[in-house]
Each structure stands twice: as structure tokens, then as C-alpha cells.
């Protein structure tokens, strides 16, 4: 199959380099150590959020788990965003080197896995959006039902468990290449720890109390983990399944705008495949996309430069010609 690229401009063209320093984390094949901490790392937080029902309806929350909750959530759903996806991945805009750093731990804290590993996936994904060797397409196996169900499961999280990885030296050379950058997606599992052990050490002050501390962790870790990682892998099976297409792109990319808030813009989803180095995915009005606000206020205070903001010519161009959001159709991919 003959796959055409909308990788970035700025993304490294696919080559291997025996030069590079070694990867991060794991080379292409993924170890049953990794896979057993992968699960761990779904699992645990999710069946918190299973008891969490019950927990609030027998002990309530309290403000400061709920402060807890949401402060680190989107903390780590911008660092994901506007670091891991617009900055390290597709190049949106350019950051100076303390807002790079930041950028590159506050995506580590949301427990998604070592950046150099994430953008390299990611670069992949847009090279072969919604075809064959795309690493987590919905429509894997099928356009049948029970192979989008299959997909969508697939897409949402059984491609994380996949033995093959994606090659680190070919996607994100540029990356292993950064000293600082590739050390940082080496001590991912010490970001991860920092993360996990915040809300639990805040509450806990705060408090003056283990209970403060226990609940600091239930809500503001395990829950809020849980809820940050769905509402990513979401963007992966989701928007990709359904949602409004009013730009062109030649894969199934779509905007699912319930999505938009939790996501921080991202699932304004079918115009970052249309153009894939904007800096703003919710273009249009009433489109809330936080991570843009957050770009315009770093460049405002001279952290980030040439930062690529869509033009309206460049939005207009790349419509559909119908103009009524239709729902593009991608060629299917065949089940591997």
C-alpha cells in the first residue's frame, strides 16, 4: 500500500542513524517487564476511579482533593499537549530553553510514557494516519462493526501492548540527540514517581494528617491519572472513529467537541490532521482550545517564538469543498 505523508515540516525525515546515542527506554522490541508495568500503570489507576464512586457517596471529597484532582490533571494534559504533541512532535512553535525543559517534565508527569517513545509514535501515526502501519487506527480490521468495536479497542489502548515498537532513531532523531531531552525521557518512571507522590505529599501537609495524604493520592493521582489517560487514548479512538470533518485530510480524523475542554483542544482533531503544524486546532469560534491560549501567553512573555498560527486563507484552504463537515472516508486499512 502506497501511504502519501503529512508529517511536519520540522519532523525528522525516517532514516536510521547507528550514530544516535541509544534510545530511551527499551529499543523496538517491548520487554514482558514493560509490558507488566504498562498494565500496572492502566489498571491501578482505573479501579480507582471504580471506587471512587463509592468512596465519595460513603466519605465525601474534599476541596483541596478536588483542587488536587484538577491542578494536576491539566497540568499534565498541557504538558502533553502543547509540549509532547505541538512542540516536540510537529514543531509548532519554537521555545527557549527553560520552557522547553518544562515543557518536556510537565508531559512526563502525566504518565504517558518517555517522550522520545511518545513523539516517535506519534510521527508514525501521521505518517500513515488511518493506514496500514499506523500504530493504533480504528479501522485496524475492518469498516464491519464487530471489526470497529475490535478497532476501537485496539486503538484505545491494546496497541500500547503491542511486542513491536516504533523506532526511536528513525522518528525522533532529533530528540536522542538533545542531551537534556533524551535524559529526561530516560528517568520517565522518576517523573511518573514525582507525579504519583505530589497530591499525596500535599494533602498530607496540608491536612497535617495520613488520611489527608491517602486521599491527596486517591483523587489527585490515581483518579486523576485514570481520567487524564482515557480522555489521550480518546483522541487516538474516538476522534478517528467519529466527529465532524469539515477539513480535508485522507484519513477519518474527526472533531468530537464534548472532548474539547478534558482534552485541552485536542479533539478539535480533524483540523490538526488537515494541518498538522498549527499551533490552534479549535479555529473556529466558540472552539475552546486552552493549549493555544497557553501558546499566545508564552509568547507573549518571549518564551516561545514563530509560533505558527493559522492564517484564514490557510484555514479557508483547506475545507471541504461541500462545506458541511462531511465525514471523509479513508481507505481501510487491512487487518494485520
Known amino acids: 500500500m502506497t501511504v502519501s505523508s503529512d508529517v511536519t515540516d520540522d519532523a525528522p525525515k525516517a532514516r536510521d542513524d547507528s550514530s544516535l546515542p541509544s534510545a530511551t527506554l527499551g529499543g523496538e522490541q517491548k520487554r514482558s517487564i514493560e509490558q507488566i508495568t504498562l498494565l500496572l500503570f492502566i489498571t491501578v489507576p482505573f479501579l480507582a476511579v471504580?471506587?471512587?464512586?463509592?468512596?465519595?457517596?460513603?466519605?465525601?471529597?474534599?476541596w483541596l482533593d478536588l483542587s488536587l484532582l484538577v491542578f494536576f490533571y491539566y497540568l499534565g494534559c498541557h504538558g502533553i499537549t502543547i509540549g509532547f504533541h505541538r512542540y516536540f512532535t510537529h514543531g509548532?512553535?519554537?521555545?527557549?530553553?527553560?520552557?522547553?525543559?518544562?515543557?518536556?517534565?510537565?508531559?512526563?508527569?502525566?504518565v504517558e510514557g518517555p517522550l522520545v517513545r511518545w513523539v516517535a509514535d506519534h510521527r508514525k501515526h501521521h505518517k500513515f494516519s488511518d493506514a496500514e502501519g499506523d500504530p493504533h487506527s480504528p479501522w485496524r480490521f475492518?469498516?464491519?462493526?464487530?471489526?470497529?468495536?475490535?478497532?476501537?479497542?485496539?486503538?484505545?489502548?491494546a496497541w500500547m501492548?503491542?511486542?513491536?515498537?516504533?523506532?526511536?532513531?528513525k522518528y525522533a532523531p532529533d530528540l536522542i540527540k538533545d542531551n537534556a531531552i533524551r535524559t529526561i525521557s530516560r528517568q520517565f518512571l522518576l517523573w511518573a514517581a514525582l507525579s504519583l507522590s505530589l497530591p499525596a505529599l500535599i494533602g498530607g501537609l496540608v491536612t497535617m494528617s495520613w488520611w489527608g495524604a491517602f486521599t491527596g493520592f486517591f483523587w489527585g493521582s490515581l483518579v486523576r491519572v485514570a481520567l487524564l489517560h482515557h480522555v489521550t487514548w480518546s483522541i487516538n479512538s474516538i476522534c478517528h472513529a467519529v466527529g465532524k470533518r469539515p477539513f480535508k485530510s485522507r484519513d477519518r480524523s474527526g472533531n468530537v467537541w464534548w472532548l474539547a475542554v478534558l482534552s485541552c483542544g485536542e479533539s478539535w482533531h480533524n483540523l490538526h490532521h488537515a494541518d498538522p503544524t498549527s499551533a490552534r486546532h479549535g479555529v473556529e469560534r466558540g472552539q475552546v482550545d486552552s493549549s493555544a491560549r497557553l501558546i499566545r501567553w508564552f509568547e507573549r512573555f518571549g518564551w516561545a517564538y514563530d509560533v505558527r498560527w493559522p492564517s484564514r486563507s490557510r484555514i479557508d484552504s483547506r475545507r471541504n469543498p461541500d462545506g458541511k463537515g462531511a465525514r471523509g472516508r479513508a481507505k481501510t486499512v487491512e487487518a494485520a
Not at 471504580?50 to 474534599?62: E, K, N, T, Y
Not at 527553560?98 to 502525566?110: E, K
Open 142 to 157: 475492518g469498516e464491519t462493526v464487530p471489526a470497529l468495536m475490535k478497532g476501537l479497542w485496539w486503538a484505545h489502548i
Open 161 to 169: 501492548f503491542d511486542e513491536e515498537q516504533t523506532p526511536q532513531e
Open 50 to 62: 471504580l471506587a471512587s464512586v463509592p468512596l465519595a457517596w460513603g466519605w465525601g471529597v474534599s
Open 92 to 110: 509548532a512553535f519554537k521555545a527557549k530553553r527553560p520552557l522547553r525543559i518544562a515543557l518536556a517534565i510537565a508531559g512526563s508527569m502525566a
